[in-house]
């Protein structure tokens, strides 16, 4: 490895003993970096990616400028080698978005008598209308991010627009995200969705009930609080969500709790909401949820008629005799 001082030139003069090495040193390093992606981990005998690998070896430059005073980078042979795993590493798999009959199924599996399921459930809606990430209302084993989304970061409007105080009167609800993955600094923003007309799969009212059992267990406590200080696990919304894929014969594999994040910008897509409208309501820094949308049947059923009528709305392709207007072509088709 390359070493920098905070100069970016100083490092490599004060560490000479440890440049003598270095060729000794560069098969050592090399291997070590190549030996996750190539033998994998030992549980289950999967192979680790090259980015989870890069994600890994970008701590030691950290390291060593935290605690030694100089940087390190990767020198030609690591960076041959990284070349060489990103072109042989699979692309990533996509977890597929959920459909209604998923929701309909994850619905169907609750038993609504207990605390746990009803809350399942909630979260299952709100995932889905407002596109969340898994780390926004969901615990990760026992930890929760401290950007949680929390009972006092929700509110409900009446038709007046003044706070609703009972379900009849909400018609809309803002969540304001005090951050995110993709808002380290904590700006924050808030997103406002109204009721959406259905009497099972409605934000309005999947909210509601999440906020008055989330208030039985404190003051402020996470939005989908299973009980005093705990929060429905990320594993039991996708185990839910895999049981309910098997349920319509689709693999379970292919689907976990991003499927309502891609699911629910696949439905915006769906019903012909603009690309900038989802990035935006779904808070995507990039164009990276291009990438989780999906065209469903829905898309597809009517591409043929639409490029069909494309065609003879536009000036048809060149001929022998030139270039003739689409509505002249379609006297003699």
């Known amino acids: 490895m390359q070493l920098h001082g905070r100069d970016g030139v100083s490092g490599a003069r004060r560490t000479g003993s440890v440049l003598g090495c270095r060729q000794s040193n560069t098969n050592t390093l090399i291997s070590s970096l190549c030996s996750?992606?190539?033998?994998?981990?030992?549980?289950?005998?999967s192979t680790l990616s090259a980015k989870t690998v890069l994600s890994a070896v970008s701590h030691i430059s950290w390291y060593h400028m935290r605690n030694h005073g100089y940087a390190v980078s990767l020198h030609a042979g690591h960076n041959l080698?990284?070349?060489?795993?990103?072109?042989?590493?699979?692309?990533?798999?996509?977890?597929?978005?959920?459909?209604?009959?998923?929701l309909r199924g994850i619905r169907g599996s609750c038993d609504f008598k207990t605390t746990h399921d009803r809350v399942l459930w909630g979260a299952a809606v709100m995932g889905f209308f407002f596109m969340l990430r898994r780390s926004e209302y969901l615990?990760?084993?026992?930890?929760?991010?401290?950007?949680?989304i929390r009972v006092n970061d929700i509110s409900f409007t009446a038709k007046n627009g003044i706070p609703a105080?009972?379900?009849?009167?909400?018609?809309?609800?803002?969540?304001r995200f005090r951050g995110s993955k993709t808002d380290q600094v904590g700006s924050g923003v808030t997103r406002t969705l109204y009721r959406s007309g259905s009497r099972w799969?409605?934000?309005?009212?999947?909210?509601?009930?999440?906020?008055?059992?989330?208030?039985?267990?404190?003051?402020?406590?996470?939005?989908?609080?299973?009980?005093?200080?705990?929060?429905?696990?990320a594993d039991h919304l996708s185990e839910a969500i895999k049981t309910a894929a098997r349920r319509i014969n689709a693999e379970p594999s292919q689907f976990g709790t991003h499927s309502m994040r891609?699911?629910?910008a696949t439905a915006l897509f769906a019903a012909g909401v603009d690309s900038l409208t989802i990035k935006t309501f779904g808070r995507w820094a990039s164009d990276a949820f291009e990438r989780y949308t999906r065209m469903n049947d829905t898309v597809t059923r009517s591409l043929s008629l639409q490029m069909t009528q494309g065609a003879r709305s536009r000036v048809s392709p060149a001929t022998p005799e030139g270039l003739r207007p689409a509505h002249q072509m379609s006297r003699t088709s």
């Not at 996750?36 to 005998?45: D, N, R």
């Not at 590493?89 to 998923?102: D, E, F, G, H, N």
């Not at 615990?139 to 949680?148: E, Q």
């Open 36 to 45: 996750p992606f190539i033998t994998g981990v030992a549980t289950k005998g």
């Open 81 to 102: 080698a990284v070349r060489g795993m990103l072109r042989l590493s699979p692309p990533p798999r996509q977890k597929l978005p959920v459909t209604v009959a998923i």
């Open 139 to 148: 615990a990760d084993g026992s930890r929760v991010k401290p950007y949680i």
């Open 165 to 175: 105080v009972n379900l009849n009167e909400a018609i809309a609800i803002t969540i």
């Open 201 to 233: 799969l409605c934000p309005v009212l999947a909210a509601w009930q999440l906020v008055q059992s989330s208030r039985s267990f404190g003051h402020n406590e996470a939005l989908c609080a299973t009980g005093i200080g705990k929060v429905l696990k």
């Open 262 to 264: 891609s699911g629910g």
